[in-house]
Protein backbone atom coordinates (compact mmCIF):
# COMPACT_ATOMS: atom_id res chain seq x y z
CA UNK A 1 0.00 0.00 0.00
CA UNK A 2 1.04 3.48 -0.86
CA UNK A 3 2.37 5.04 2.16
CA UNK A 4 0.40 8.49 2.24
CA UNK A 5 2.79 10.24 4.53
CA UNK A 6 5.62 9.61 2.08
CA UNK A 7 3.41 11.54 -0.73
CA UNK A 8 2.99 14.58 1.20
CA UNK A 9 6.48 15.14 2.24
CA UNK A 10 7.36 14.17 -1.84
CA UNK A 11 4.77 17.04 -2.61
CA UNK A 12 6.31 19.31 -0.02
CA UNK A 13 9.40 19.83 -2.10
CA UNK A 14 7.08 21.41 -5.03
CA UNK A 15 6.86 24.78 -2.54
CA UNK A 16 10.58 24.91 -3.16
CA UNK A 17 10.26 25.30 -6.92
CA UNK A 18 11.53 29.31 -8.61
CA UNK A 19 8.39 30.45 -8.92
CA UNK A 20 6.64 29.28 -5.34
CA UNK A 21 9.59 29.73 -2.94
CA UNK A 22 9.75 33.33 -3.20
CA UNK A 23 5.89 33.67 -2.89
CA UNK A 24 6.42 31.49 0.82
CA UNK A 25 9.41 33.51 2.16
CA UNK A 26 7.18 37.07 2.16
CA UNK A 27 4.58 34.74 3.21
CA UNK A 28 6.39 33.75 5.93
CA UNK A 29 7.79 37.59 6.80
CA UNK A 30 4.22 38.09 7.30
CA UNK A 31 3.46 39.78 10.99
CA UNK A 32 1.13 37.79 13.01
CA UNK A 33 -1.95 40.27 12.13
CA UNK A 34 -4.93 40.15 14.34
CA UNK A 35 -7.97 40.43 11.92
CA UNK A 36 -11.89 40.34 11.89
CA UNK A 37 -13.06 37.95 8.58
CA UNK A 38 -16.79 38.18 7.00
CA UNK A 39 -17.35 34.81 5.29
CA UNK A 40 -19.75 36.32 2.58
CA UNK A 41 -20.02 35.96 -0.94
CA UNK A 42 -16.50 38.15 -1.15
CA UNK A 43 -14.52 36.58 1.95
CA UNK A 44 -13.24 40.10 3.58
CA UNK A 45 -10.94 40.78 6.32
CA UNK A 46 -10.31 43.76 8.72
CA UNK A 47 -7.65 44.70 10.14
CA UNK A 48 -6.49 47.90 11.99
CA UNK A 49 -2.49 46.76 12.32
CA UNK A 50 -1.80 47.70 8.49
CA UNK A 51 0.14 50.58 8.20
CA UNK A 52 0.29 51.89 4.48
CA UNK A 53 3.43 50.40 3.51
CA UNK A 54 2.61 46.86 4.81
CA UNK A 55 -0.46 47.82 2.63
CA UNK A 56 1.54 48.20 -0.42
CA UNK A 57 3.60 44.90 0.51
CA UNK A 58 0.36 42.69 0.74
CA UNK A 59 -0.92 43.87 -2.49
CA UNK A 60 2.40 43.50 -4.17
CA UNK A 61 2.62 39.60 -2.68
CA UNK A 62 -1.14 38.86 -3.95
CA UNK A 63 -0.65 40.08 -7.34
CA UNK A 64 2.52 37.97 -7.73
CA UNK A 65 0.50 34.95 -6.84
CA UNK A 66 -1.92 35.50 -9.90
CA UNK A 67 -3.80 34.06 -11.73
CA UNK A 68 -6.36 34.16 -9.11
CA UNK A 69 -9.37 31.94 -10.07
CA UNK A 70 -11.76 31.68 -7.12
CA UNK A 71 -13.06 33.97 -4.94
CA UNK A 72 -13.32 36.99 -4.73
CA UNK A 73 -10.92 38.16 -1.66
CA UNK A 74 -11.09 41.37 0.53
CA UNK A 75 -7.84 42.47 2.66
CA UNK A 76 -8.96 45.73 4.40
CA UNK A 77 -8.27 47.94 0.42
CA UNK A 78 -7.01 45.31 -1.31
CA UNK A 79 -9.85 43.66 -3.39
CA UNK A 80 -9.05 40.55 -5.18
CA UNK A 81 -11.50 40.28 -8.17
CA UNK A 82 -11.12 36.75 -9.03
CA UNK A 83 -11.94 35.41 -12.49
CA UNK A 84 -15.08 33.21 -10.97
CA UNK A 85 -17.52 34.48 -8.90
CA UNK A 86 -17.14 31.72 -6.66
CA UNK A 87 -20.40 32.54 -4.87
CA UNK A 88 -22.60 32.17 -7.71
CA UNK A 89 -21.64 28.41 -7.02
CA UNK A 90 -21.66 28.48 -3.44
CA UNK A 91 -25.20 30.09 -2.86
CA UNK A 92 -26.51 27.86 -5.22
CA UNK A 93 -24.87 24.34 -3.35
CA UNK A 94 -25.63 26.22 0.18
CA UNK A 95 -29.30 25.86 0.27
CA UNK A 96 -28.85 21.77 -0.04
CA UNK A 97 -25.89 20.55 2.70
CA UNK A 98 -26.24 20.04 6.20
CA UNK A 99 -22.38 20.14 7.39
CA UNK A 100 -22.91 20.92 11.13
CA UNK A 101 -20.67 18.35 13.42
CA UNK A 102 -19.13 16.35 9.77
CA UNK A 103 -16.10 15.65 8.45
CA UNK A 104 -15.83 17.60 5.15
CA UNK A 105 -13.81 17.21 1.97
CA UNK A 106 -13.25 19.75 -0.74
CA UNK A 107 -11.61 17.78 -3.76
CA UNK A 108 -10.16 20.45 -6.17
CA UNK A 109 -10.66 22.86 -3.49
CA UNK A 110 -8.36 25.53 -5.38
CA UNK A 111 -7.45 28.32 -2.90
CA UNK A 112 -9.92 27.15 -0.34
CA UNK A 113 -12.58 29.75 -1.40
CA UNK A 114 -15.55 26.97 -0.89
CA UNK A 115 -13.86 25.85 2.10
CA UNK A 116 -13.47 29.29 4.15
CA UNK A 117 -17.18 29.54 3.43
CA UNK A 118 -18.13 25.89 5.18
CA UNK A 119 -16.58 27.31 8.54
CA UNK A 120 -19.13 29.16 9.26
CA UNK A 121 -21.45 25.74 9.02
CA UNK A 122 -19.40 24.86 12.06
CA UNK A 123 -18.36 21.15 10.17
CA UNK A 124 -16.58 18.24 13.04
CA UNK A 125 -13.37 18.86 10.26
CA UNK A 126 -12.59 20.91 6.71
CA UNK A 127 -9.85 19.16 4.39
CA UNK A 128 -9.10 20.46 1.18
CA UNK A 129 -7.39 18.38 -1.89
CA UNK A 130 -5.53 20.07 -4.66
CA UNK A 131 -1.96 18.74 -5.90
CA UNK A 132 -1.27 22.68 -6.88
CA UNK A 133 1.14 24.45 -5.20
CA UNK A 134 0.39 27.74 -6.16
CA UNK A 135 -3.08 27.09 -5.09
CA UNK A 136 -2.01 26.13 -1.85
CA UNK A 137 0.20 28.92 -1.27
CA UNK A 138 -2.58 30.90 -2.05
CA UNK A 139 -4.49 29.48 0.47
CA UNK A 140 -2.03 29.97 3.31
CA UNK A 141 -1.94 33.64 2.59
CA UNK A 142 -5.77 33.89 3.10
CA UNK A 143 -5.23 31.75 6.24
CA UNK A 144 -2.31 33.60 7.81
CA UNK A 145 -5.23 36.20 8.45
CA UNK A 146 -8.10 34.07 9.21
CA UNK A 147 -5.99 31.40 11.09
CA UNK A 148 -8.94 28.54 10.52
CA UNK A 149 -7.84 24.97 11.61
CA UNK A 150 -8.64 23.59 7.53
CA UNK A 151 -6.31 20.88 6.38
CA UNK A 152 -5.10 21.86 2.84
CA UNK A 153 -3.55 18.68 1.46
CA UNK A 154 -1.57 18.73 -1.88
CA UNK A 155 -3.20 15.49 -3.12
CA UNK A 156 -5.66 14.27 -5.48
CA UNK A 157 -8.74 12.65 -6.01
CA UNK A 158 -6.83 9.03 -6.54
CA UNK A 159 -5.38 9.54 -2.95
CA UNK A 160 -9.21 9.55 -1.18
CA UNK A 161 -8.63 5.48 -1.36
CA UNK A 162 -5.59 5.67 0.92
CA UNK A 163 -6.38 8.60 3.27
CA UNK A 164 -6.55 7.84 6.69
CA UNK A 165 -10.09 8.31 7.19
CA UNK A 166 -13.38 9.14 5.64
CA UNK A 167 -15.77 11.92 4.81
CA UNK A 168 -19.67 12.41 5.58
CA UNK A 169 -19.57 14.98 2.90
CA UNK A 170 -17.47 15.54 -0.15
CA UNK A 171 -17.48 18.43 -2.58
CA UNK A 172 -16.05 17.65 -6.16
CA UNK A 173 -16.63 21.01 -8.47
CA UNK A 174 -15.20 21.08 -11.12
CA UNK A 175 -13.19 18.27 -11.74
CA UNK A 176 -14.67 15.33 -13.71
CA UNK A 177 -14.20 16.73 -16.85
CA UNK A 178 -10.37 16.85 -16.17
CA UNK A 179 -10.55 13.45 -15.93
CA UNK A 180 -9.83 10.72 -18.68
CA UNK A 181 -11.59 7.87 -16.38
CA UNK A 182 -14.54 9.53 -14.73
CA UNK A 183 -16.26 6.61 -13.90
CA UNK A 184 -12.66 5.51 -11.63
CA UNK A 185 -12.99 8.95 -10.11
CA UNK A 186 -16.22 8.30 -8.96
CA UNK A 187 -15.45 5.32 -7.36
CA UNK A 188 -12.66 7.15 -5.90
CA UNK A 189 -15.09 9.35 -4.46
CA UNK A 190 -17.24 6.51 -3.46
CA UNK A 191 -14.32 5.11 -1.58
CA UNK A 192 -13.29 8.37 0.23
CA UNK A 193 -17.03 8.45 2.26
CA UNK A 194 -18.43 7.04 5.22
CA UNK A 195 -21.63 4.81 4.75
CA UNK A 196 -24.37 7.17 4.54
CA UNK A 197 -22.19 9.84 2.89
CA UNK A 198 -22.94 12.41 0.15
CA UNK A 199 -21.20 13.66 -2.45
CA UNK A 200 -22.11 17.24 -4.16
CA UNK A 201 -20.71 17.25 -7.73
CA UNK A 202 -20.91 20.09 -10.72
CA UNK A 203 -19.47 19.08 -14.26
CA UNK A 204 -20.04 20.12 -17.64
CA UNK A 205 -23.18 18.59 -19.50
CA UNK A 206 -24.97 18.17 -22.75
CA UNK A 207 -28.62 18.39 -23.39
CA UNK A 208 -29.66 15.10 -24.72
CA UNK A 209 -32.15 11.58 -23.41
CA UNK A 210 -29.73 9.32 -24.39
CA UNK A 211 -27.02 7.74 -22.34
CA UNK A 212 -24.07 9.59 -24.29
CA UNK A 213 -20.83 11.56 -23.71
CA UNK A 214 -19.36 14.64 -25.65
CA UNK A 215 -15.28 13.59 -26.42
CA UNK A 216 -14.25 16.96 -27.56
CA UNK A 217 -11.34 16.52 -30.18
CA UNK A 218 -8.44 18.30 -28.97
CA UNK A 219 -9.56 21.12 -26.78
CA UNK A 220 -12.66 22.22 -25.32
CA UNK A 221 -13.69 26.00 -24.72
CA UNK A 222 -10.13 26.27 -25.47
CA UNK A 223 -9.24 23.87 -22.68
CA UNK A 224 -7.09 20.98 -23.25
CA UNK A 225 -7.69 18.68 -20.46
CA UNK A 226 -11.32 18.18 -20.70
CA UNK A 227 -12.84 14.47 -21.24
CA UNK A 228 -15.85 13.78 -21.01
CA UNK A 229 -18.97 15.72 -21.18
CA UNK A 230 -21.80 13.79 -20.03
CA UNK A 231 -25.85 14.06 -21.01
CA UNK A 232 -27.51 14.06 -17.23
CA UNK A 233 -28.12 10.36 -18.16
CA UNK A 234 -24.79 9.24 -18.62
CA UNK A 235 -23.82 11.19 -15.88
CA UNK A 236 -26.60 8.72 -13.75
CA UNK A 237 -25.12 5.64 -15.04
CA UNK A 238 -21.35 6.53 -14.47
CA UNK A 239 -22.46 7.56 -10.30
CA UNK A 240 -24.49 4.14 -10.26
CA UNK A 241 -21.87 2.23 -11.93
CA UNK A 242 -19.23 3.33 -9.23
CA UNK A 243 -21.66 2.31 -6.03
CA UNK A 244 -24.05 5.37 -5.60
CA UNK A 245 -27.35 4.38 -4.63
CA UNK A 246 -29.16 7.13 -5.67
CA UNK A 247 -28.39 10.55 -7.81
CA UNK A 248 -30.60 14.28 -7.55
CA UNK A 249 -30.68 16.11 -10.06
CA UNK A 250 -30.16 19.72 -7.96
CA UNK A 251 -30.17 22.08 -10.76
CA UNK A 252 -28.32 23.38 -14.32
CA UNK A 253 -26.80 26.37 -15.31
CA UNK A 254 -25.22 27.94 -18.33
CA UNK A 255 -22.08 29.49 -17.35
CA UNK A 256 -22.08 33.15 -18.30
CA UNK A 257 -19.96 36.17 -18.30
CA UNK A 258 -21.70 37.09 -15.00
CA UNK A 259 -20.14 34.11 -13.39
CA UNK A 260 -17.01 34.35 -15.14
CA UNK A 261 -14.70 36.60 -16.88
CA UNK A 262 -11.83 38.49 -17.43
CA UNK A 263 -9.86 40.51 -14.48
CA UNK A 264 -6.63 42.04 -13.65
CA UNK A 265 -6.14 39.31 -11.05
CA UNK A 266 -5.42 36.52 -14.13
CA UNK A 267 -2.89 37.09 -17.09
CA UNK A 268 -4.87 34.64 -19.61
CA UNK A 269 -8.21 34.87 -21.54
CA UNK A 270 -11.53 33.91 -20.03
CA UNK A 271 -15.05 33.04 -21.33
CA UNK A 272 -15.57 35.70 -23.70
CA UNK A 273 -12.77 34.34 -25.67
CA UNK A 274 -14.00 31.30 -25.29
CA UNK A 275 -17.49 31.29 -27.45
CA UNK A 276 -17.75 31.94 -30.85
CA UNK A 277 -18.01 35.79 -31.19
CA UNK A 278 -21.02 35.07 -33.81
CA UNK A 279 -23.19 32.44 -31.42
CA UNK A 280 -22.52 32.46 -27.96
CA UNK A 281 -24.12 29.15 -27.80
CA UNK A 282 -21.35 27.34 -28.98
CA UNK A 283 -17.52 27.55 -27.80
CA UNK A 284 -14.83 28.53 -30.83
CA UNK A 285 -14.61 24.69 -31.08
CA UNK A 286 -17.77 24.54 -32.41
CA UNK A 287 -19.02 22.54 -29.58
CA UNK A 288 -22.17 23.83 -27.20
CA UNK A 289 -21.40 25.96 -25.13
CA UNK A 290 -20.82 25.64 -21.19
CA UNK A 291 -23.70 24.51 -19.27
CA UNK A 292 -23.17 22.48 -15.53
CA UNK A 293 -25.53 19.80 -14.02
CA UNK A 294 -25.02 19.66 -9.83
CA UNK A 295 -25.74 16.47 -8.48
CA UNK A 296 -26.35 15.09 -5.23
CA UNK A 297 -25.31 11.69 -4.98
CA UNK A 298 -25.42 8.99 -1.72
CA UNK A 299 -23.21 6.24 -0.99
CA UNK A 300 -25.51 3.40 0.61
CA UNK A 301 -25.83 2.42 4.21
CA UNK A 302 -24.64 -0.60 4.53
Request: proline letters at 5%.
Amino acid sequence: MTNIDSIRQERQKWLTYKDIAPLWQEINKLPDYEAEYDLGNIVSISTHQLNEDQQSKINTLALAMKPWRKGPFKINSLFIDTEWQSYIKYNLLEQYFNLEGKVVGDIGCNNGYYLFRMLKHKPKKLVGFDPSALFYTQFSFINHFIKSNITYELLGVEHLGIYEHKFDVLFCLGVLYHRSDPIATLKSLYKGLENGGELYLDTFMIDGEEDVALTPFERYSKIPNIYFIPTINALKNWCHRAGFESVEVLTIKITDKTEQRKTDWIDSQSLEDFLDPKNPNLTVEGYPAPKRVYIKAIKKLC
